[in-house]
Nanobody
């Protein structure tokens, strides 16, 4: 069992930066690939970024490519999402997710564990 807790969300201006953190419990943190997803009001949950079990492989949605980075510290059982040059359209609840295996996925259905989410609001 893996429990995930996100933090770091907030209210920022367009162009600002935020770093989200996802702290995981359980000894199996390093055996899981991780992903970040987001959901805006009235919209479906969408893929943002994923990182492999080792941290050596990452993938991003086209909408955030070049602005967001994902990283993980297996010693701290934490995965991060660094968000730069934020835009109003980045406003959403951001969720951390984990799936067993080496690589992540852009499909939310392939993740077994989810955090409760953290709100990010970007004003214009």
């Amino acid at each position: 069992q893996v429990q995930l807790v996100e933090s770091g969300g907030g209210y920022v201006q367009a162009g600002d930066s935020l770093r989200l953190s996802c702290a995981a419990s359980g000894r199996t943190f390093s055996s899981h690939a991780k992903g970040w997803f987001r959901q805006a009001p009235g919209k479906e949950r969408e893929f943002v970024a994923t990182i492999s079990r080792s941290g050596g492989s990452t993938s991003f949605a086209d909408s955030v490519k070049g602005r967001f980075t994902i990283s993980r510290d297996n010693a701290k059982n934490t995965v991060y999402l660094q968000m730069n040059s934020l835009k109003p359209e980045d406003t959403a609840v951001y969720y951390c997710a984990a799936r067993p295996g080496r690589y992540g996925s852009s499909s939310a259905y392939e993740y077994d564990y989810w955090g409760q989410g953290t709100q990010v609001t970007v004003s214009s």
